[in-house]
């Protein structure tokens, strides 16, 4: 058997029990095996709750210290980023790449509406005000004026 280490580990391959510890400590922000297992709320054996948390490790979605002989798991990855990377590959394998056709399934689907898409659009021109050295002005457009103003 073969272990996948890539740090572009597609998301969509992992199962439950794995996704659900992820969430874990994601949501704790740093985890034992035994807060993990409580967190659960499964009856789980230690053993298994070690083995998920060291597979989640060696497909690099976390990270660990050792605290006095304990294993401290801590997300290597943001939620964020992994979702940006689960989305890459729906784009890539439904859309043909084109972030465009994904947005246009998803208005067309009612997953996202008008007031998202203008959200989605506004931190995106902050993103790229901030990238190219311009200022962001937090409840302001692109052009300088409230946000309120254009509902």
């Not at 054996?45 to 690099?60: N, W």
Request: a positive charge.
């Amino acid at each position: 058997m073969t272990r996948n280490t890539e740090p572009d580990h597609d998301p969509a391959e992992l199962g439950d029990l794995e996704r659900d510890i992820l969430l874990i400590v994601w949501k704790l922000g740093s985890a034992t095996a035994e807060q993990a297992r409580e967190e659960l709320g499964r009856p789980l054996k230690d053993s298994t709750i070690r083995t998920v948390l060291r597979r989640l490790e060696e497909k690099r979605y976390l990270a660990h210290a050792v605290e006095n002989r304990t294993f401290i798991y801590r997300p290597a990855e943001s939620r964020q980023q992994v979702a940006g990377r689960a989305a890459k590959r729906i784009v890539d394998w439904f859309c043909g790449g084109s972030v465009e056709a994904l947005l246009i399934g998803m208005v067309d689907s009612k997953v996202l509406d008008r007031a998202e898409l203008q959200k989605m659009a506004a931190r995106i021109a902050d993103a790229q005000r901030i990238s190219t050295g311009g200022e962001s002005h937090p409840g302001k457009t692109s052009k300088g004026k409230n946000k309120e103003a254009h509902k």
